[in-house]
């Protein structure tokens, strides 16, 4: 007898095809032969969505039963005997596929899915070579779902995996059928705002036959005409497994077959922002500044243009002088080389990324608590199992989408509480069991009222009395009726989330990456607080490498793998790694390069990566500085105060790694040639070593050999290991032992809220699905979809302010201001407005200049006239 099950509880013993198996007892009949390798036809079912039983062909016939059933209904029995192929059974699938076919065109040379289409293997498979009726010919126009996905209603088989794909995966809710039965049976957007169709493609992915196409894919290539290479998405710090698809050089469209994480399921930047590869915006030819002009160079030439031009600062006025700047979208194997560069080339712990400094405190508040520097402290899996989720400040759904779905699947499939503070009607707020709509910028104090309601009312376990007493003081100021007058919540509402969240057994808190110490603290303290395992704390909306960069020791006070610079037996290991002196003196931060870069201290800069995009002031102290190196994928701003650029591969062309923020390290492989003459990060700073007389690896194999030689949390990370899929560090997995942190630590979160009486609306920034940055900023389809920033509005302040929809409004705060087009949303709450981050837009109107940034401000609105 055959065991199946992939190890559960065995409970039932059937026989199918008179083949015995065992199987647990929550099975169909349908996973049952599956999971004995027994093919059963299927249409309407798909693994990851609940079962219909609308197509009827995987009818079996059960022993004992007169009438075939439906196999993806149908649960074991056991000492049930099966049959999955008949004559009886073949003739019922005909008559069913038959019907189908009656209302489906014959369109197969034209359609994008023939070759992969689960109608056309059918047919196929039951042998149906002459149509049996006359088609109705009905015909239904094409339109669109979205502007990425095009919908041929003629080519539907109403089997309804894309509206259980919209609800149960991606929680929108908005496909749906518009009916149901018989030849008029038809599934249609239902949104009443098109808004409210997230983009995701999820609806795509699962449908069977080409009634949804993707419309950038249309009529350019057969199915079977694609290559296809395994990758990771290079967008956001999920880490999603995708899969390109390339033709000719070029990458056609992107899929989701590869076993890898969020489960095939990804969000519109990772499934339709692949084409900034190719955006006329890149790097193809090395550029040299001659007579105040950037002209062509040749590599050589440039690279010794480089080498000379960062010896030349090192040797006049230390190296000390010369700032390093690596990027969370470069690869593990790059930051590492680069961060090796600076420290045993150049001589400086000079070494930061834009990116880290911005995101440091709330890294720091959960290191204090964990003692590891890690943006999450259990899996994302773990999401799905804990009894509540608590979401402060961050609209996971658009900055980090796929983090959001095992949280929905936690509240909708198994009951779990949702908690969400947050100023804004998010999409989590909308799904939430307990809103607090907070006054903007007083999440904080709600948090902190939250945890110290629970310390005082006895719902925390097995902690000590004078950690509890610590965490108590600290948040003396911090009491219900205090957080609802500074927040304008009820104070009632807090308590009752609080006990929610109390009761609920584990707690998971998902914070913004820009957080900030004192939220990342309390969120610590919750998760601590509580009774069970298995929550966490997350740190959602971080660029893709950003832990891997951290890991890498592109930081001016760690080495890789985290040891303090200041460390001498950890400094002696890499010395005697690389053969190299590595500087004692700690470096400064980004911040603080820019800060000396403007005021004309930092003589040579060398900046790997496009982190530069959105931050002019950045660019404006980098325009201060006498030589500086871009090696860079995109033409940007800061090729104006470039002296050498030095085109490199876009994450399609490069071979690496990155680690996801739960610290999966995986590969990233090329599917494309390098563009151009662009070269790997790697190579070019091999390269401009070798100038000055350094042999430097550029190999990436060969680079991540020697990570896991130098950082032990990588010492089991090798290629052939990830061939198989991603490789967790060391680090995480005792972090992950329950999600727990180690201790409670004080917090003090500040309950004043900014305010000003000359600016009467309070101003949010943040993520907007489309766009994460310099990359997604490039790729063509989403800059179709959100070509430029908006400001969104509660209607009824537009219509206080005279305002109307897509009409310019001039944006003031205290920083400064910007023209931006109005969108009017009820998910921005009376009094408060929002702007997207990724833009110029919101470092100006925020005043961010590379340290941490604020995320709100006060703000006025008004109305732009013509001529103003
Ligand atoms: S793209 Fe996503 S949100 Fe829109 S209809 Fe498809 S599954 Fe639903
Ligand atoms: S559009 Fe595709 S997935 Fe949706 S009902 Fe039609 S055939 Fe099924
Ligand atoms: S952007 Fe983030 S959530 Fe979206 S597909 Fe890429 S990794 Fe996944
Ligand atoms: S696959 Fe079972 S009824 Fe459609």
């Given amino acids: 007898m055959e065991p199946a099950g992939n190890g559960r509880k065995m409970t039932a013993t059937i026989i199918i095809d008179r083949k015995k198996i065992q199987v647990p007892d929550e099975m169909t009949v349908l996973e049952a032969a599956r999971s004995a390798g027994i093919h059963i036809p299927t249409l309407c079912h798909h693994a990851e969505l609940s079962p219909v039983g609308s197509c009827r062909v995987c009818l079996v016939e059960v022993d004992g039963v007169n009438d075939p059933v439906a196999s993806c209904m149908t649960k074991v029995q056991d000492g049930m005997a099966v049959q999955t192929d008949s004559e009886r059974l073949r003739s019922v699938r005909r008559a069913m596929v038959e019907l189908l076919l009656v209302d489906h065109p014959l369109e197969c040379p034209v359609c994008d899915k023939a070759g992969e289409c689960e109608l056309q293997d059918i047919v196929h498979e039951l ?81 069977p036959v080409g009634a949804l196409i993707e419309q950038s894919f249309k009529y350019r290539a057969r199915a079977w005409e694609l290559h296809k290479t395994a ?25 989701s077959e590869t076993p890898g994480l969020s489960g095939g399921n990804l969000c519109v930047r990772g499934r339709f922002g692949f084409d ?10 090395p550029l040299i500044r001659v007579s105040g002009e950037l002209r062509r160079a040749e590599w050589d030439e440039a690279l010794a243009v480089a080498a000379a031009g960062l010896d030349g600062a090192r040797r006049s006025d230390g190296p000390g002088s010369i700032a390093v700047f690596g990027s969370p979208r470069c690869t593990n194997e790059e930051n590492y080389q680069l961060q090796k560069f600076a420290r045993a080339v150049l001589g400086t712990n000079n070494i930061d990324f834009m990116d880290r400094p911005s995101c440091a405190g709330t890294l720091d508040g959960i290191e204090e608590a964990t003692g590891a520097r890690t943006a999450a402290t259990n899996s994302v899996d773990a999401l799905e199992t804990v009894g509540s989720v608590l979401v402060v400040d961050s609209d996971i759904s658009e900055s980090q989408p796929m983090l959001a779905l095992p949280v929905l699947r936690a509240v909708r499939q198994k009951g779990a509480a949702l908690v969400v503070i947050d100023a804004r009607r998010t999409k989590m707020a909308r799904q939430s069991t307990h809103w607090l709509n907070v ?36 948040l003396v100021e911090c009491g219900l009726e205090r957080a609802e007058q500074v927040s304008g919540v009820d ?60 890991d890498m020791g592109v930081t001016p006070s760690r080495l890789p793998g985290g040891a303090d610079i200041r460390d001498e037996r950890a400094r002696a290991a890499f010395e005697t790694a690389w053969g190299a002196a590595v500087p004692a003196a700690g470096g400064m931060s980004a911040h603080r390069l820019l800060e000396q870069a403007e005021k004309g201290a930092i003589r040579a800069a060398l900046v790997m990566g496009d982190s530069f995009s959105s931050a002019p002031s950045a660019v404006a102290a980098l325009g201060k500085v006498d030589f500086v190196v871009v090696q860079d994928t995109f033409a940007g701003p800061l090729l104006e105060c470039a002296s050498v650029v030095l085109p490199s591969t876009s994450f399609a062309e490069k071979r690496g790694t990155f680690t996801n923020m739960e610290r999966y390290v995986q590969r990233v492989r090329p599917a494309l040639p390098p563009l151009g003459e662009a070269r790997a990060d790697t190579e070019i700073l091999a390269e401009i070593a070798g100038h000055l007389g350094v042999r430097l690896e550029s ?33 995480s997995e005792t972090n992950a032992a329950g999600g727990k942190t180690a201790r409670l630590v004080p917090a003090s979160p500040s309950l004043a809220v900014e305010d000003d009486g000359r600016y009467p609306l309070r101003l949010v920034a943040g993520s907007r699905r489309f766009h994460s940055g310099a990359q997604s900023g490039k790729a ?47 998910k921005s709450s009376p009094g408060t407005v929002f702007i997207p981050l990724g833009f110029a837009a919101a470092a100006t109107l925020l005043g961010w200049n590379g340290s941490a940034p604020a995320t709100k401000t006060v703000a006025i609105l008004q109305k732009r006239e013509a001529g103003e």
Avoid at 510 to 515: E, F, K, M, Q
Avoid at 533 to 543: F, R, S
């Fill in 491 to 550: 104070a009632t509402k807090m308590a009752g989330a609080a006990e929610a969240l109390a009761s609920s057994g584990s707690v998971a808190v998902l914070i913004s990456a820009l957080a900030g110490r004192e939220t990342a603290s309390l969120a610590c303290d919750l998760v601590s607080m509580t009774e069970g395992n298995g929550g966490g704390v997350y740190a959602a909306g971080l660029p893709a490498n950003w832990q891997g960069a951290v």
């Fill in 780 to 826: 063509r389809g989403l800059k179709e979809a959100y070509p430029e920033p908006a400001v969104e509005v509660n209607p009824a302040d537009a219509e206080l302010l005279g305002l109307k929809d897509s009409v310019d409004a001039i944006v003031r705060t205290p920083h400064g201001e910007h023209t931006l087009k109005v969108k009017l949303t009820l």
């Fill in 699 to 731: 190999k990436p194999g060969l680079l991540m050999r020697e990570v896991s030689s130098v950082c032990p949390s990588y010492a089991e990370v090798t290629y052939d290991l990830m061939e198989s899929g991603p490789v967790r560090t060391i680090a």
């Fill in 231 to 255: 990758t990771t998405c290079p967008h956001c710090a999920m880490g999603c497994t995708l899969t390109l698809n390339t033709k000719q050089g070029r990458i056609l469209r992107v899929t």
């Fill in 127 to 207: 042998g149906l070579m002459e149509p049996q009726y006359e088609p109705i010919g009905i015909e239904r126009e094409i339109n669109e779902v979205n502007a990425f996905i095009g919908r041929y209603p003629n080519r539907c088989i109403v089997c309804g995996r894309c509206v259980r794909a919209c609800e149960e995966v991606q929680g929108a809710g908005v496909m749906n059928y518009v009916k149901r039965e018989g030849y008029e049976g038809e599934v249609a957007m239902v949104a009443r705002d098109p808004g409210e169709c997230e983009q995701c493609g999820q609806c795509l992915r699962v449908c």
């Fill in 276 to 285: 900034f590869a190719e955006s006329e915006d890149r790097l193809q030819f």
């Fill in 439 to 474: 006054r903007a910028g007083s999440e904080e104090v709600v948090l902190g009222a939250i945890v110290r309601f629970l310390c005082e009312n006895g719902r925390v376990e097995g902690l000590e009395q004078d950690e509890l007493s610590g965490l108590l003081e600290s």
